[in-house]
C-alpha cells in the first residue's frame, strides 16, 4: 500500500507541475500579446500623427496657393481694367467720368445690390431717367454700344456702365 500511496503521489506532483507549467505558459502568452498590442498602439499613434502632420503641411500649402491665385487673379483684373482704360485714352470721343454719371451708376448699382429690383421697378426707373430710355431704346433697334455713345455724345464706358447695372447687357 505504500507503494500505491508514493505513486499517487509522485502522479499528483508530476500533474500539478504540468499544470504549472501550462498555466505559466499561458501567462507568457498574454504578457507578451500585452506588449505586442502596446507596440501596435504606438505605431498606429505614430502613422496618425504623422498623417496628421502631412494633412496640415498639404492645408497650409493649399491655403498658401490659394491665396496668392487670388491675389494674382485681383493683380490680373487690376491690370485687364488698366489696359483697357489706357486703351480708351487715345480716342477722341471718350469722355472722362463725370461726377454726376459716376454717382448716378454708383447709386444704381448700388440700389441693385441692396434691393433685388423686379421687372416692375426696372420699367418705371427706365420712364425717370431719360438717357437710360433712350439707350434702350437704341439698344433694341439693334445698334452696338460704339454707336449708341456716338449718337448720344456719351463715353462707351458710361453706355456699358449703363447696361451692365441695369443687368441688359
Do not use: C
Not at 41 to 56: P, R, T
Not at 90 to 98: A, G, L, R
Not at 119 to 127: G, K, L, M, W
Amino acid at each position: 500500500m505504500f507503494t500505491f500511496l508514493l505513486f499517487i503521489s509522485f502522479l499528483l506532483n508530476i500533474v500539478s507541475l504540468l499544470s504549472i507549467v501550462i498555466l505559466y505558459s499561458r501567462q507568457n502568452r498574454f504578457v507578451n500579446m500585452e506588449k505586442e498590442q502596446k507596440k501596435i498602439i504606438v505605431e498606429m499613434e505614430d502613422i496618425i500623427s504623422a498623417y496628421l502632420i502631412e494633412m496640415k503641411e498639404e492645408n497650409d500649402e493649399f491655403m498658401r496657393n490659394f491665396s496668392t491665385q487670388i491675389r494674382n487673379d485681383k493683380e490680373t483684373v487690376l491690370h485687364t481694367e488698366e489696359n483697357e482704360q489706357e486703351d480708351l485714352v487715345p480716342s477722341e470721343k471718350v469722355t472722362k467720368w463725370t461726377g454726376a454719371g459716376y454717382k448716378r451708376a454708383s447709386q444704381a448699382y448700388k440700389q441693385m445690390k441692396d434691393h433685388g429690383k423686379d421687372p416692375d421697378e426696372q420699367s418705371q426707373e427706365s420712364e425717370q431717367d431719360p438717357l437710360l430710355k433712350q439707350v434702350l431704346t437704341l439698344r433694341e433697334k439693334g445698334m452696338s454700344i460704339k454707336e449708341i455713345a456716338e449718337s448720344l455724345g456719351k463715353g462707351q464706358t458710361e453706355i456699358e456702365l449703363l447696361l451692365k447695372f441695369r443687368q441688359i447687357m
